[in-house]
């Protein structure tokens, strides 16, 4: 992520915390004004043709006696018919439809069409064809475009009606749009007095007023809340309105600048649900275009609590869609968001094109917060690589944009404005001007105003200062500052999930706090500050009552610990520019400096997918050594005779294997061969872990070979000799079995999960990368269709095992959070107090693992002494020394031993 002095400051500045990100056009604004329900298309509809009936009537009766007159046959008439174009409700009614879908470019030619017909013979359709044309337009973000399709007066049969009352909405959003508030207000003052005729859209019109709160900035902490209350209120108005009325388009985008709302003032816990019911509400009625500004709120959401991978995916579905439908106004926040996506892994190149595109389309919006936001963005990109003249020349851009914004909306203050000044005071810093870099990250620690986050990257940055300038005894105080208020921000947020992204957005401070104290050459205080950010919402759940401090490792204490285990700990953490690897074995500690985050993670991915699809040959073998050499070779020589290593790994080593990497020998010698590992998420958990080797009186539950669930997960041929062969172990009145119908979720959390000290699952699983605790164990559906386990159900039944294996696809999980690791099932069942768990870091081929854990449990009970991290290594080597295609470590590799309950 982040991880130069700049770096705090890109939270506000990148976050899109700009007029962008209501939902004032449709979409992303708190206001969306195109597509209305269905059923207001059914109304619209009906009085339409109430209107016309006796015209319809007469017309048809007229028609009738013309064929009588003429002799006109009903052959001819068909030929006719098929040569005239379609009628102009029909055309309406087409737009309308494609609107409400998003198919914004299809909508408008039908428009088009409908005004070009009306021009010259209908003033009455001409209008309605421009309202609707009015509405879409606000989408793509073309607001003049809007105002001149309704500048002519409306027509007298039209006045104080439907269209009057929408084309009057209309301009009232268009000139919030155009950061005209006195247009935008009075307009919206002419829309109350016109709504009374149409009830039905009242909600749309208190979504409005919503909407223009938005663009209101409070000077004081006591007006803003105020502010933000008048805001809750009219939107949840709206929200009652639109259910009252079954209006669930109308209902989507509520939902949506709800949670925009919430994630604006860094109410995370609040934010998630009403976004993800926007979402799905937006996907079940195919309105592409609300469904495409959701994700982009909730991709700004996910960003703005730390979760940079969650973000990614909302991120590039809201583009694509976008795109399709030219909606510039989510077009254009959303390249800066995923700008800010790759600066935060480190991508530089790939942040500069995203901003640099945001930054062309901002220009010609003329949107001038968010181009000036833009530009303080690639400031940051020209700080991160050195190039300090550019980015001076960008905040001072941002500088000019913002000061015309401000004129031009009466804003005197923007919570931008704050960021912006953070940046200064980075680029200050990096140019050796520490006065001016203090003072200006002072303005913003000092600030009432200043949002709790980015007080505590400031605080943060100010510490970087005074360490740049050698007050050595003000940088450590700053630091310590720092680490509190970025602890009061994470203890304000419930949610479990929540709390693991938060560790994303904290990252930089916690590597720039490390590197400043191995430049001291205190180690143990480094390694303490990794350790007290790492595993921390783990440990929260296993020990509630127990209270973290960032202290200095007790290295000689962890010493003894390892000796009496004959065990030695590798523990990494990754970061920009350099990464570290700290070694404690029984008689050494070592810090190492590796190779950047970017390039680790490069490799390790590329040599994960070469070892899932079996891939040989020198490239990837070439890879396995490479990181071998990177991440292991520099410490080989602490490792001695027969010791156990406990690797505790950060961000996407969490998805490696160490036991596939490759030795630096002329033939292939994979590390498995010299080494025993076991994982675990921190030092503190390694050794107060109860791991151990089995008793021999443990209760054992073996679960699995589910039923079916049709079109989304078959039967696995091989779970039944899976369960057995695990089950068949242990004595028969020590054991468990439930299988087929009746292996339901259900039958797990009535099993009284708490007596078992061995649990083995054979089934399917399922992974959540945007939520990772709604992973799942795939069970029998249940009389109520349910057939998911989920980790968060996992959690909330107490375990004693010893021991729970499952071999589910990534079953380990597939989220990585920063020094958090990998979360998921695997993560559950420790949470949940097993204290070892046997996990996939990928798919598991079915036909091999019966035998498999055949032998891993016979190995395993075969005597009391036996642990399991050797009888899994017994059994791998196993499989790594067959003759047919099991050798490939696709097939031993990815189950993996992880400890700490």
């Given at each position: 992520?982040w991880?130069?002095?700049?770096?705090?400051?890109?939270?506000?500045?990148?976050?899109?915390r700009?007029?962008?990100?209501?939902?004032?056009?449709?979409?992303?604004?708190?206001?969306?004004?195109?597509?209305?329900?269905?059923?207001?298309?059914l109304?619209?509809?009906?009085?339409?043709?109430?209107?016309?009936?006796l015209?319809?009537?007469?017309?048809?009766?007229?028609?009738?006696l013309?064929?009588?007159?003429?002799?006109?046959?009903?052959?001819?008439?068909?030929v006719?018919?098929?040569?005239?174009?379609?009628?102009?409700?029909?055309?309406?009614?087409?737009?309308?439809?494609?609107?409400?879908?998003?198919e914004?470019?299809?909508?408008?030619?039908?428009?088009?069409e409908?005004?070009?017909?009306?021009?010259?013979?209908?003033?009455?359709?001409?209008?309605?064809?421009?309202?609707?044309?009015?509405?879409?337009?606000?989408?793509?973000?073309?607001?003049?475009?809007?105002?001149?399709?309704?500048?002519?007066?409306?027509?007298?049969a039209?006045?104080?009606?439907?269209?009057?009352?929408r084309?009057?909405?209309?301009?009232?959003?268009?000139?919030?749009?155009?950061?005209?508030?006195?247009?935008?207000?009075?307009?919206?003052?002419k829309?109350?007095?016109?709504?009374?005729?149409?009830?039905?859209?009242?909600?749309?019109?208190?979504?409005?007023?919503?909407?223009?709160?938005?663009?209101?900035?409070?000077?004081t902490?006591?007006?803003?809340?105020?502010?933000?209350?008048?805001?809750?209120?009219?939107?949840?108005e709206?929200?009652?309105?639109a259910r009252?009325?079954n209006?669930?388009?109308?209902?989507?985008?509520?939902?949506?600048?709800?949670?925009r709302?919430?994630?604006?003032h860094?109410?995370f816990?609040?934010?998630?649900?009403?976004?993800q019911a926007?979402?799905?509400?937006?996907?079940?009625?195919?309105?592409?275009?609300?469904?495409?500004?959701?994700?982009?709120?909730?991709?700004?959401?996910?960003?703005?609590?730390?979760?940079?991978?969650?973000?990614?995916?909302?991120?590039?579905?809201?583009?694509?869609?976008?795109?399709?439908?030219?909606?510039?106004?989510?077009?254009?926040p959303t390249?800066?968001?995923?700008?800010?996506?790759?600066?935060?892994?480190?991508?530089?190149?790939?942040?500069?094109?995203?901003?640099?595109?945001?930054?062309?389309?901002?220009?010609?919006?003329?949107?001038?917060?968010?181009?000036?936001?833009?530009?303080?963005?690639?400031?940051?990109?020209?700080?991160?690589?050195?190039?300090?003249?550019e980015?001076?020349?960008?905040?001072?851009?941002?500088?000019?944009?913002?000061?015309?914004?401000?004129?031009?909306?009466?804003n005197?203050i923007?919570?931008?404005?704050?960021?912006?000044?953070?940046t200064?005071?980075?680029?200050?810093?990096?140019?050796?001007?520490?006065?001016?870099?203090e003072?200006?990250v002072?303005?913003?620690?000092?600030?009432?105003?200043?949002?709790?986050?980015?007080?505590?990257?400031?605080?943060?940055?100010?510490a970087?200062?005074?360490?740049?300038?050698?007050?050595?005894?003000?940088?450590?105080r700053?630091?310590?500052a720092?680490?509190?208020?970025?602890?009061?921000?994470?203890?304000s947020m419930k949610?479990?999930?929540?709390?693991?992204?938060?560790?994303?957005?904290?990252?930089?401070?916690?590597?720039?706090?490390?590197?400043?104290?191995?430049?001291?050459?205190?180690?143990?205080?480094?390694?303490?500050?990794?350790?007290?950010?790492?595993?921390?919402?783990?440990?929260?759940?296993?020990?509630?009552?127990?209270?973290?401090?960032p202290?200095?490792?007790?290295i000689?204490?962890?010493q003894?610990?390892?000796?009496?285990?004959?065990?030695?700990?590798?523990?990494?953490?990754?970061?920009?520019?350099?990464s570290?690897l700290?070694?404690?074995?029984?008689?050494?500690?070592?810090?190492f400096?590796?190779?950047?985050?970017?390039?680790?993670?490069?490799k390790?991915?590329?040599?994960?997918?070469?070892?899932?699809?079996?891939?040989?040959g020198?490239?990837?073998?070439?890879?396995?050594?490479s990181?071998?050499?990177?991440?292991?070779?520099?410490?080989?020589q602490?490792?001695?005779?027969?010791?156990?290593?406990?690797?505790?790994?950060?961000?996407?080593?969490?998805?490696?294997?160490?036991?596939?990497?490759?030795?630096?020998?002329?033939?292939v010698?994979?590390?498995?061969?010299?080494?025993?590992?076991?994982n675990?998420?921190?030092?503190q958990?390694?050794?107060?872990?109860?791991?151990?080797?089995?008793?021999g009186d443990?209760?054992?539950?073996?679960?699995?070979?589910?039923?079916?669930?049709?079109?989304?997960?078959?039967?696995?041929?091989?779970a039944?000799?899976?369960?057995?062969?695990?089950?068949?172990n242990f004595?028969?009145?020590?054991?468990?079995?439930?299988?087929?119908?009746?292996?339901?979720?259900?039958?797990y959390?009535?099993s009284?999960?708490?007596?078992?000290?061995?649990?083995?699952?054979?089934?399917?699983g399922?992974?959540?990368?945007?939520?990772?605790?709604?992973?799942?164990?795939?069970?029998?559906?249940?009389?109520d269709?349910?057939?998911?386990?989920?980790?968060?159900?996992?959690?909330?039944?107490?375990?004693?095992a010893?021991?729970?294996?499952f071999?589910?696809?990534?079953?380990a999980?597939?989220?990585?959070?920063?020094?958090?690791?990998l979360?998921?099932?695997?993560?559950a069942?420790i949470?949940?107090?097993?204290?070892?768990?046997?996990?996939?870091?990928?798919?598991?081929?079915?036909?091999?693992?019966?035998?498999?854990?055949?032998?891993?449990?016979?190995e395993?009970?075969?005597?009391?002494?036996t642990?399991?991290?050797?009888?899994?290594?017994?059994?791998?080597?196993?499989m790594?020394?067959m003759?047919?295609?099991?050798?490939?470590p696709r097939?031993?590799?990815?189950?993996?031993?992880?400890?700490?309950?």
């Amino acid at each position: 992520m982040w991880t130069n002095r700049s770096d705090s400051s890109i939270w506000d500045t990148l976050s899109g915390r700009t007029h962008d990100h209501s939902w004032d056009a449709p979409g992303h604004h708190v206001e969306g004004r195109v597509g209305f329900a269905r059923w207001w298309q059914l109304w619209r509809r009906n009085r339409h043709r109430q209107r016309h009936r006796l015209s319809i009537i007469i017309a048809a009766a007229v028609f009738t006696l013309a064929s009588i007159v003429t002799g006109c046959d009903h052959s001819s008439h068909a030929v006719v018919s098929k040569s005239q174009p379609p009628s102009l409700d029909a055309v309406y009614r087409d737009a309308n439809t494609k609107s409400d879908t998003g198919e914004l470019p299809a909508a408008i030619a039908l428009t088009e069409e409908g005004i070009r017909r009306t021009r010259q013979n209908d003033i009455v359709w001409n209008w309605k064809f421009r309202v609707l044309e009015a509405e879409i337009r606000l989408w793509q973000r073309r607001s003049e475009e809007a105002l001149n399709l309704v500048k002519p007066g409306v027509p007298v049969a039209l006045a104080s009606g439907e269209f009057d009352f929408r084309a009057t909405l209309t301009q009232a959003r268009a000139y919030n749009l155009l950061n005209d508030p006195e247009n935008a207000e009075a307009f919206l003052a002419k829309a109350k007095k016109l709504v009374s005729a149409v009830p039905e859209f009242t909600g749309d019109l208190a979504l409005a007023e919503a909407t223009l709160l938005y663009g209101k900035q409070a000077p004081t902490v006591q007006q803003q809340r105020i502010l933000i209350g008048r805001q809750e209120k009219k939107l949840q108005e709206a929200l009652n309105l639109a259910r009252q009325y079954n209006n669930k388009l109308l209902e989507a985008k509520v939902l949506g600048s709800q949670g925009r709302l919430y994630t604006q003032h860094n109410q995370f816990d609040a934010a998630l649900g009403p976004l993800q019911a926007s979402l799905d509400i937006s996907n079940s009625l195919h309105a592409g275009h609300i469904a495409a500004a959701t994700e982009l709120n909730l991709g700004w959401s996910y960003l703005e609590k730390g979760d940079i991978d969650g973000s990614e995916r909302f991120f590039e579905d809201a583009l694509k869609f976008s795109r399709q439908a030219e909606m510039n106004l989510i077009e254009d926040p959303t390249l800066n968001n995923l700008g800010r996506v790759n600066l935060a892994q480190t991508d530089y190149p790939a942040a500069r094109n995203y901003y640099e595109l945001a930054l062309k389309m901002a220009e010609q919006l003329k949107e001038n917060e968010n181009a000036a936001n833009v530009s303080n963005n690639l400031a940051l990109v020209a700080l991160k690589t050195g190039q300090l003249d550019e980015a001076e020349r960008y905040i001072q851009q941002a500088e000019r944009f913002l000061s015309i914004y401000k004129k031009k909306s009466k804003n005197s203050i923007l919570p931008d404005e704050f960021s912006y000044r953070l940046t200064q005071g980075s680029i200050a810093n990096a140019r050796g001007q520490f006065p001016t870099a203090e003072k200006m990250v002072n303005s913003v620690i000092q600030n009432a105003m200043t949002p709790g986050p980015v007080r505590a990257e400031a605080r943060g940055e100010l510490a970087n200062i005074y360490a740049a300038s050698k007050q050595i005894s003000n940088a450590e105080r700053q630091y310590r500052a720092a680490l509190r208020a970025f602890d009061a921000v994470r203890n304000s947020m419930k949610d479990k999930e929540n709390r693991l992204a938060f560790s994303g957005r904290e990252v930089d401070f916690y590597t720039d706090y490390i590197r400043f104290l191995i430049d001291q050459n205190r180690q143990p205080e480094a390694l303490g500050i990794a350790e007290f950010m790492r595993a921390r919402t783990l440990e929260e759940g296993l020990n509630p009552g127990r209270k973290a401090r960032p202290e200095a490792v007790p290295i000689q204490a962890v010493q003894a610990f390892l000796k009496k285990k004959k065990q030695a700990i590798f523990t990494y953490w990754l970061a920009p520019k350099t990464s570290y690897l700290w070694v404690i074995t029984p008689t050494a500690f070592q810090c190492f400096s590796l190779p950047d985050k970017h390039e680790i993670e490069q490799k390790i991915e590329q040599y994960r997918k070469g070892v899932i699809t079996t891939s040989t040959g020198p490239d990837i073998e070439e890879l396995g050594r490479s990181l071998f050499n990177m991440l292991v070779q520099p410490a080989r020589q602490l490792l001695t005779g027969d010791m156990t290593l406990i690797i505790i790994p950060d961000g996407k080593l969490g998805r490696m294997n160490f036991e596939a990497l490759i030795e630096p020998d002329p033939q292939v010698r994979y590390w498995i061969e010299d080494v025993e590992v076991v994982n675990a998420s921190s030092i503190q958990l390694a050794i107060r872990s109860k791991a151990g080797p089995l008793r021999g009186d443990e209760r054992m539950l073996a679960m699995g070979n589910a039923m079916a669930v049709p079109n989304l997960f078959p039967e696995l041929q091989n779970a039944h000799d899976e369960l057995y062969k695990a089950a068949k172990n242990f004595p028969p009145a020590q054991r468990t079995i439930i299988e087929r119908e009746k292996a339901t979720a259900s039958a797990y959390k009535m099993s009284t999960p708490g007596q078992f000290g061995v649990m083995h699952f054979a089934t399917h699983g399922s992974i959540s990368l945007t939520r990772p605790l709604d992973s799942a164990l795939i069970l029998s559906p249940d009389p109520d269709h349910n057939y998911r386990l989920y980790a968060r159900d996992i959690l909330k039944f107490p375990l004693h095992a010893e021991l729970v294996t499952f071999s589910a696809c990534s079953g380990a999980g597939a989220r990585t959070y920063n020094a958090e690791g990998l979360v998921g099932l695997a993560w559950a069942f420790i949470g949940a107090g097993a204290h070892q768990v046997i996990a996939g870091l990928w798919d598991v081929d079915d036909y091999v693992i019966p035998d498999f854990m055949n032998d891993f449990y016979r190995e395993l009970t075969s005597s009391k002494k036996t642990t399991v991290s050797r009888a899994l290594r017994d059994a791998k080597l196993r499989m790594l020394h067959m003759k047919d295609i099991r050798r490939f470590p696709r097939y031993w590799a990815s189950l993996q031993l992880y400890t700490g309950s």
